[in-house]
T-cell receptor, first 113, second 109 residues
């Protein structure tokens, strides 16, 4: 693999179900991010991780959790999905330094019914 | 609060030049990014400005004025493949990116 991969590509989920979105990067980037993108709104940061073993909350963390057990993987979990979590989810990574450009995965389209 | 403003949609003609503006009000400033996003795809990095002035990269240029909280992306010799959304993002004092809603650019033959 090269770059960032996300799985699944799309998912329809019943409200109340638990769901984990997967993200893997092979660029050995220290920092990783989860965003959601909704029509008419900018990308909004859910959670981030500056390095393996650490995580932080972004602008819209409620209802989501993350873990960073190693450099490559950064899964996002919805413990009990609600319809307002219907969105496109993008994972990104950056190598640090300047300008610390973020590179994005292809996204996961999630629909919660 | 923090705010990034961009026009929602713009239309231009193939071969022409278009300027997409971005104004921002953020808590601190640590650089401004422009990304391109084709429909159904991931954002891809176009340019970065941290000092005032113009950065040129092929057909694309980006300008920054920190005192005015203003940037623009200039696209020259427009091609049909330039039809996409263009996202402006500012890195704030917490070193997080604050994103505009994006400008959808429609290119007509």
């Amino acid at each position: 693999i090269a770059g960032i991969t996300q799985a699944p590509t799309s998912q329809i989920l019943a409200a109340g179900r638990r769901m984990t979105l997967r993200c893997t990067q092979d660029m050995r980037h220290n920092a990783m991010y989860w965003y959601r993108q909704d029509l008419g709104l900018g990308l909004r940061l859910i959670h981030y991780s500056n390095t393996a073993g650490t995580t932080g909350k972004g602008e819209v963390p409620d209802g989501y959790s993350v873990s960073r057990a190693n450099t490559d993987d950064f899964p996002l979990t919805l413990a009990s999905a609600v319809p307002s979590q219907t969105s496109v989810y993008f994972c990104a990574s950056s190598e640090g330094g300047d300008p610390d450009t973020q590179y994005f995965g292809p996204g996961t389209r999630l629909t919660v019914l | 609060g923090q705010n990034i403003d961009q026009p929602t949609e713009m239309t231009a003609t193939e071969g022409a030049i278009v300027q997409i503006n971005c104004t921002y009000q953020t808590s601190g400033f640590n650089g401004l990014f422009w990304y391109q996003q084709h429909a159904g795809e991931a954002p891809t990095f176009l340019s970065y400005n941290v000092l005032d002035g113009l950065e040129e990269k092929g057909r694309f240029s980006s300008f920054l004025s920190r005192s005015k909280g203003y940037s623009y992306l200039l696209l020259k010799e427009l091609q049909m493949k330039d039809s996409a959304s263009y996202l402006c993002a500012v890195r704030d004092s917490n070193y997080q990116l604050i994103w505009g809603a994006g400008t959808k650019l429609i290119i007509k033959p």
